[in-house]
């Protein structure tokens, strides 16, 4: 089967999804979860398909740029899903759905770049999921932190839209941002020491930079961790640390594969 039903089908529900979800907030109305979550899950399923069509080649796993962002949004949607049946984060998937629908068509319409197929070992296999997992909850949590940015501004200046008034209040979205913090630089921990354990040279010249941001990344969550547990820190400063630790931790992750599979290239 070719990619391009699958992608166009996810991309269609996604932006279904999008337009009901923003539809009934800006009604003041609560969306139907159980509709929402299906248009979700059936919207993951053909997401998970083109995935599976794109990546999948004879010499072994495909991720190049734009298959590694389509994945990690994957990842960030079906966490989020997931959370959705125990947590009030369904307010999440307004800005996730976009993302997931951007990067589908992306991953199928944009051209491949130059990184060879990747066939390697369980070890080196384990640190890539334990890595995509670890920036899929970091991404959840900078969209939290996001949110929370925007409900604080609107509550403080007295005119909260329809979307805040679906809002949980701010010390539970607070307490949610702070928790994916914790997933995420726990499995960011995972994923350094994995590849500390089986790739061979976390130094060599084409992972010298990923390397030294990552640490870089994992450094300022740690601080911020840190900071909320021993200093209390809260609202503007919370997001500001949350916000600088995911820019380094994009940087490292998608600013290496672009430089890589299209700049050096050209």
């Known amino acids: 089967m070719h990619p391009l039903l699958p992608s166009l089908a ?65 990842a960030v949607i079906a966490l989020t899903l997931l959370a959705c049946s125990r947590i009030p984060v369904e307010n999440l998937l307004l800005l996730l759905f976009p ?19 990747i066939n390697e070992a369980p070890g080196i296999l384990a640190h890539i999921l334990l890595s995509i997992m670890a920036y899929g909850m970091l991404t959840i949590a900078v969209f939290q932190a996001l949110l929370l940015l925007l409900q604080d501004h609107q509550l403080k200046h007295k005119h909260p839209s329809g979307l805040i008034k679906n809002f949980p209040p701010l010390q539970t979205m607070e307490s949610l941002l702070f928790g994916f913090l914790w997933a995420g630089w726990i499995l960011l921990s995972l994923s350094l020491l994995s590849g500390a354990i089986f790739i061979d040279d976390l130094l060599a010249q084409h992972l010298v930079h990923k390397t030294i941001l990552s640490f870089f990344a994992w450094a300022v969550f740690a601080v911020l961790l840190w900071g909320r547990h021993q200093l209390g820190w809260r609202g503007h400063k919370a997001i500001r640390w949350t916000l600088a630790g995911f820019c380094l931790l994009m940087l490292a992750y998608f600013g290496s594969k672009l430089v890589r599979e299209f700049i050096l290239h050209i």
Not at 105 to 111: E, S
């Open 99 to 117: 993302l997931g629908c951007l990067t589908v068509l992306l991953a199928q319409f944009m051209p491949s770049g130059t990184l060879q197929s």
């Open 10 to 74: 996810a991309a269609s529900l996604y932006a279904g999804a999008t337009f009901y979800q923003g539809l009934r907030l800006s009604q003041r109305s609560t969306p139907d979860k159980r509709l929402l979550a299906l248009l979700g899950v059936l919207a993951l399923l053909f997401h998970g398909a083109s995935l599976f069509l794109q990546m999948s080649q004879a010499s072994g796993l495909s991720l190049d740029f734009f298959n590694a962002a389509s994945l990690i949004a994957f």
